[in-house]
Nanobody, 119 residues
Framework: VQLVESGGGLVQAGGSLTLSCAASGSTFSINAMGWYRQAPGKQRELVAPITSGGGSTNYADSVKGRFTISRDNAKNTMYLQMNSLKPEDTAVYYC?????????????WGQGTQVTVSS
């Protein structure tokens, strides 16, 4: 499984961005997916996970009500709609996928996309 993120950039506080994560390869084996982020000097944190069918989502308290995660399995793509962005949302955002094959679980990461929110 290969994951490629896009959509990051520089935005002013209060603005919006939509991140995309395109999956390729053995996408049929993907179960849960999610978005993580890592700010300079901080540990990588889970922003929002989503189940295989997209029916169940969750959000970090810091982004609840502002971010929306979704996935389009027909396009093998996951999205993160980010509204009302704050400077503290500045981070590298990573796409994550967990796949199952032959009874084993595999975790995949994208290369990351930079999101910078100016005050």
């Amino acid at each position: 499984v290969q994951l490629v993120e896009s959509g990051g950039g520089l935005v002013q506080a209060g603005g919006s961005l939509t991140l995309s994560c395109a999956a390729s390869g053995s996408t049929f084996s993907i179960n849960a997916m999610g978005w993580y982020r890592q700010a300079p000097g901080k540990q990588r944190e889970l922003v929002a996970p989503i189940t295989s069918g997209g029916g169940s989502t969750n959000y970090a308290d810091s982004v609840k009500g502002r971010f929306t995660i979704s996935r389009d399995n027909a396009k093998n793509t996951m999205y993160l709609q980010m509204n009302s962005l704050k400077p503290e949302d500045t981070a590298v955002y990573y796409c994550n996928a967990v796949a199952s094959r032959r009874g084993y679980e595999y975790t995949y990461w994208g290369q990351g996309t930079q999101v910078t929110v100016s005050s």
